[in-house]
């Protein structure tokens, strides 16, 4: 950007110095008013030449500005598009995670079941488990056993 300004900057100064000079010029080499008119008059239509040039470089830069303009807009169709395909895959992910958690969980709860199991498999075979105690841990680990088999079909339900 700095470079079109010094750009733009020199352009100017130089067309003030032509001009300048040219100004010079006609008052040094033609002495007589009407032929300094008459000198002038030859460059109006090189002034409508110039007029229509600025005319039609405002037309171009309007023409470039709508074809950027279009340009953008594609490319935010585009990254919009992008931005629906990632959000549908972090929901498929965020899905995923929230399944395997949940198998996280079971994993964990028959983890504690099995220690139950094996907990009251050792009261049970013990020698000095009273009777009453033995047949506490018996119902006790049927339970632990039937809530294991539960949640086992519920995982093979949830798999397949």
Do not use: C
């Not at 841990?137 to 039937?146: D, L, N, P, S, T």
């Amino acid at each position: 950007m700095k470079h079109i300004l010094n750009s733009f900057t020199a352009l100017i100064i130089f067309t003030i110095v032509i001009w300048f000079l040219s100004a010079i010029g006609i008052m040094f080499f033609l002495d007589d008013w009407s032929d300094r008119g008459t000198f002038g008059d030859l460059f109006g239509a090189v002034n409508a030449l110039f007029s229509g040039l600025a005319f039609a470089g405002l037309l171009y830069s309007l023409i470039e500005n709508r074809k950027q303009i279009s340009s953008q807009q594609e490319e935010l169709l585009i990254n919009r598009q992008e931005l629906l395909k990632a959000r549908k895959i972090q929901e498929k992910t965020e899905k995923a995670i929230e399944a395997q958690v949940a198998q996280m969980r079971n994993t964990a709860r028959l983890s504690g079941l099995n220690t139950l199991v094996n907990y009251f498999t050792n009261a049970i075979n013990d020698s000095k488990t009273s009777p009453e105690d033995v047949e506490l841990a018996i119902e006790k680990r049927k339970k632990a056993i039937r809530e294991i088999d539960r949640l086992i079909k519920w995982a093979n339900d949830d798999v397949f």
